[in-house]
């Protein structure tokens, strides 16, 4: 079992739609999350990152985790064409290493 | 501007060869790392550097070295002893407490 579990998508919305992204992990050591945005031939941008159970807002971005159900995730309101990317999980306990999911190839169509 | 610079974009490798990625970062981060990415597969870590003058192997160090010689550079070797060395990577670095990580743009490596 791996330790953070991701749905590889492709997931396809229409624009304006809310857009959930998800990330399960099994390893109760992990403190920080972090969701990160990566278009074609690009290097991930790191859009979100928290350290404790709850809500974090940023514009049109949600990051909502959820500590005791091992469960992340990233909302993403009025979806735009320009949001269609593939969306990474990623996490770190209190060592350095991050451990990403295969992450979610998302597509917003007109 | 800050960041991560990793060159070149794009490389080409006979079999056989060894070939050096370059990464440089002008973000005073102690920590650095390298990833591989292959499709449907994520990032996977090669190796990571947390200070100077030292590093550790990642979960897919085979066939790869690294050196940590200056903060701001982490540069990795890609061995002829790396059995399938075609994919993407990538670095990264991270400041205080190693947790947000800030990536470079890539480089594309292909053996031909």
């Known amino acids: 079992q791996k330790e953070v579990e991701q749905d590889p998508g492709p997931l396809s919305v229409p624009e304006g739609a809310i857009v959930s992204l998800n990330c399960t992990y099994s390893?109760?050591?992990?403190?920080?999350f972090m969701w990160y945005r990566q278009y074609s031939r690009k290097g991930p941008e790191l859009l979100m990152y928290t350290y404790s159970s709850g809500n974090k807002e940023d514009g049109r971005f949600t990051a909502q985790v959820d500590k005791s159900s091992k469960y992340i995730s990233l909302f993403i309101r009025d979806s735009q064409p320009s949001d269609s990317a593939t969306y990474l999980c990623a996490m770190a306990g209190t060592a350095s290493k991050l451990t990403f999911g295969t992450g979610t190839r998302l597509q917003v169509t007109l | 501007d800050g960041g991560i610079t990793q060159s070149p974009k794009y490389l080409f490798r006979k079999e056989g060869q060894n070939v050096t990625l370059s990464c440089e970062q002008n973000l005073n981060h102690d920590a650095m790392y390298w990833y591989r990415q292959d499709p449907g597969q994520g990032l996977r870590l090669i190796y990571y550097?947390?200070?100077?003058?030292?590093?550790q192997k990642g979960d897919i160090a085979e066939g790869y070295s690294v050196s940590r010689e200056k903060k701001e550079s982490f540069p990795l070797t890609v061995t002829s002893a790396q059995k399938n060395p075609t994919a993407f990577y990538l670095c990264?670095?991270?400041?205080?407490?190693?947790?947000?990580?800030?990536f470079g743009q890539g480089t594309r490596l292909t053996v031909v």
């Open positions: 550097s947390q200070i100077v003058n030292d590093f």
């Open positions: 990264a670095s991270s400041g205080y407490r190693n947790t947000e990580a800030f």
């Open positions: 390893n109760s050591a992990f403190q920080y």
